[in-house]
């Protein structure tokens, strides 16, 4: 136990004196803030540009109804200020009056207006764009005619203008089930969904390069001649949880500080407020850690059967996709379960992200998270348990294959068991 603690330790130790740590901690979350902010910038002119493309406040218009629908040319425009279209006596009046810019928009709603359901719109602008919309004067003038033609209600039901109030009943104690209490139920997977995506990013080949840089260094070789094998993954397989755990607080710390900020400062609306259930964050926090377990005992287990960097990083991408696979099927993780998603909630390199999914579309059973935890950790150990066996095995091999006729065989006497 004394020698793991001291590869814990030298791991961790290594790992924080490097500058490239502390600058990926500090780069990731200052790029993820500006690119929010120009995402947010570039989504506010983007928005601006076409409000703008799409007022017709400063626009002079006209209308021709030759079916006699329209009862007044009236409208709200996009400034929320009324206007009004004038009428003209003829189509052509209306076209000739564009081309010698009387009007900058002409209406013409022909006879047979409801068969043909359509309305001719002209404009001669000065400059001609994509997002250009004409429509919006008359959509609203044909929608006050219509409210006038028929009954408010029944306009609000054609709409779709009708609100709906659901109220859920649990299965328990018949309790109302309100959406504060929904919120709450998924705040603890969607959280350590998201943690468990930072630290496959973030940490997710430092593991497998660390273990071949050191078997191709013959670092390895000096390694087994004083510790045993189980020692040595065990050590590294925490003390990567451990960086990856500080790196994350890193990443979420400041995060958690703005949010405080924000809300002292009212920059969020009044009714905009997260209510966390403490038992649920504390539950899903045990299933991070044991699913991080997993992930990086399978990390490790790429590491030590690659020879060379180039096969790790294929291996590595193989094991990203089976981990990632429910993603694929997320339909299928979002309704009532199926074989499907039961496989993909057992299947232990995709388990956990299934599982965490399936708890935040509400359709995963209590029992099943617990059977699952205890599935993943069994699954960690016994890989962590077959890394070091392995590595007894194939810690000199430089070859450009993979044998594993030879590494399922008898381990070299020199190494320590």
Known sequence: M???????????????????????????????????????????????????????????????????????????????????????????????????????????????????????????????????????????????????NVDQVDYLVITGAINYDTTTYDNKDNHVIDNGERIRSIVGPAIGL???????????????????????????????????????????????????????LVLVLPVLALYKIAQGASIFPDNFNISLDVLSILQYLLFLIVSYFLFTAMSLFVGVISPTAKDANSYSSFMVIMVILPIFFISALMVEPTALSYFLSYFPPSAPIAIMLRAVFGNLQAWEFWVALAE?????????????????????????????????????????K
């Open 2 to 148: 004394n020698k793991t603690l001291e590869v814990i330790r030298f791991e961790i130790m290594r790992s924080l004196k490097k500058p490239s740590f502390w600058i990926a901690a500090i780069l990731i979350p200052v790029g993820f803030a500006l690119y929010i902010a120009f995402a947010g910038f570039v989504g506010y002119n983007a928005e601006e540009t076409i409000s703008s493309a799409t007022d017709t406040s400063d626009s002079k218009l006209a209308i021709y109804d030759e079916s006699g629908y329209i009862k007044t040319p009236e409208f709200v425009n996009a400034s929320g200020e009324r206007q009004s279209a004038e009428l003209v006596t003829s189509k052509d009046e209306g076209i000739e009056k564009v081309k010698d810019k009387t009007y900058d928009i002409f209406y013409y709603l022909p006879s047979d207006f409801a068969e043909a359901k359509k309305v001719e719109i002209y404009t001669k602008p000065e400059k001609s764009s994509l997002i250009s919309d004409y429509s919006s004067p008359i959509r609203s003038i044909l929608n006050m005619t219509a409210l006038q």
């Open 194 to 248: 998201a943690c468990f995506y930072i630290l496959m990013i973030v940490l997710g080949q430092r593991l497998t390069a660390a273990m071949v840089e050191e078997k191709e260094n013959r670092i390895s070789e000096l390694i087994l001649t004083s510790l045993k094998p189980a020692q040595l993954m065990l050590g590294k397989v925490v003390s990567l949880m451990v960086v990856g755990i500080i790196q994350l």
């Open 376 to 416: 993943i950790a069994i699954i960690g150990a016994l890989v962590v348990k077959l890394d070091s066996h392995i590595f007894r095995k194939n810690a000199i091999e430089f070859t450009s294959k993979i044998n594993f006729k030879k590494l399922l065989g008898t381990p070299r006497k020199s190494w320590k």
